[in-house]
């Protein structure tokens, strides 16, 4: 191997940048050359290709978003597409391939795999929504954006004695409202994996009142449905006055916390390290606070479950 190319894809997550750095410095450090190719999928099949040296990627180890640019590519759902995809890596003298992208991306992957390109995914997602790694690169950070916005809210909740509701992003995944909830001190938290209880939700708020708590946090993940339509509900059954903040896309950006940068760049290397060692169509994943590496398609066949014990712990101190 010789040249290797990286890319991000899909939603765009904190983190990313060091992960791309990573990746750059590892391969170079090890004498292969580096292109980054831009937009994801996309700018691959218009070969939209810049090559990386050291310097490329020197201050944005603290930046959010992607240097490299990220994309949604339906002509790289099509054979057409992806047949031009593998003819520009071929003509680029590109031997390998690190994505960095969610699970679209890595099904993405295995497609070049099959097309006999090798491949390494790196999970960068929100979401945490991977299956074969405790954590995906940006969730930390969007977890402590989340927080913080409770915190900030949590003032006005108290000093307006009201019942806020943060709807968090989150469509399939209660990840982030999970986490979030319980590091904010959030009353109820709504996921997609439980149906919601909107009657004990209720209760809850009712009880907390009755104890002269001033405040009161739902978060909602978007998966549940609109925390609009929750709080309509909610009023309607506590008779209390309700506000709602939907914290969107702000989710998505900010530098990233050490903790990402961290997993960033151990995940970067080995994606690297990976390819020099001939593997393909394997994601890397972090597991026990050790960087493994698993198949994408067997990892993929499995659903990331929310911790129950998680789950329960966030309704025992919410009582
Ligand atoms: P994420 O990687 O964040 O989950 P998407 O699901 O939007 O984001 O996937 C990113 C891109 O990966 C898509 O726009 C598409 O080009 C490619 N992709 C997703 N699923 C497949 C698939 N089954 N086969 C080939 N390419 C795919």
């Not at 090559?51 to 930046?63: A, C, F, N, T």
């Not at 003509?91 to 960095?100: A, S």
Request: include cysteine; glycine fraction near 12%; proline fraction near 2%.
């Amino acid at each position: 191997m010789k040249r290797i190319g990286v890319l991000t894809s899909g939603g765009d997550a904190p983190g990313m940048n060091a992960a791309i750095r990573a990746v750059v410095r590892t391969a170079i450090f090890h004498g292969l050359e580096v292109v980054g190719i831009l937009r994801g999928y996309a700018g691959l099949i218009y070969g939209e290709f810049k090559e990386l040296s050291i310097s490329s990627v020197g201050d944005i180890i603290h930046r959010g978003g992607t240097i490299l640019l990220t994309a949604r590519s339906q002509e790289f759902m099509t054979p057409e597409g992806r047949t031009q995809a593998v003819k520009m890596l071929q003509h680029r003298g590109i031997d390998g391939l690190v994505v960095i992208g969610g699970d679209g991306s890595f099904r993405g992957a295995v497609t070049l795999h099959e097309h006999g390109i090798k491949v390494v995914g790196v999970p960068g997602t929100i979401d945490n929504d991977i299956p074969c790694t405790d954590f995906t690169i940006g969730f930390d950070t969007a977890v402590n954006t989340v927080v913080d916005a409770i915190n900030k809210l949590r003032d006005t909740a108290t000093s307006h004695e009201r019942v806020f509701l943060v709807e968090v992003m989150g469509r399939n995944s209660g990840q982030i409202a999970l986490a979030a909830g319980i590091a904010g001190g959030a009353e109820s938290i709504l996921i997609p994996e439980y149906a919601p209880n909107f009657a004990e939700v209720s209760e809850k708020i009712l009880r907390g009142r009755d104890r002269g708590k001033l405040h009161s946090i739902i978060l909602v993940a978007e998966g549940v449905g609109s925390a609009l339509e929750v709080s309509k509900e909610i009023e309607e059954r506590t008779g209390l006055d309700t506000r709602v903040t939907i914290l969107g896309h702000i989710q998505r950006g900010g530098t990233p916390t050490a903790f990402d940068r961290m997993l960033a760049s151990r995940m970067g290397a080995k994606a690297v390290e990976l390819l020099l060692e001939g593997v393909s169509n394997h994601m890397v994943g972090i597991v026990n606070n050790t960087i493994v590496s698993h198949e994408i398609e067997w990892a993929l066949s499995l659903k990331k479950a929310i911790d129950a014990d998680v789950y329960q712990l966030a309704g025992m101190l919410s009582i």
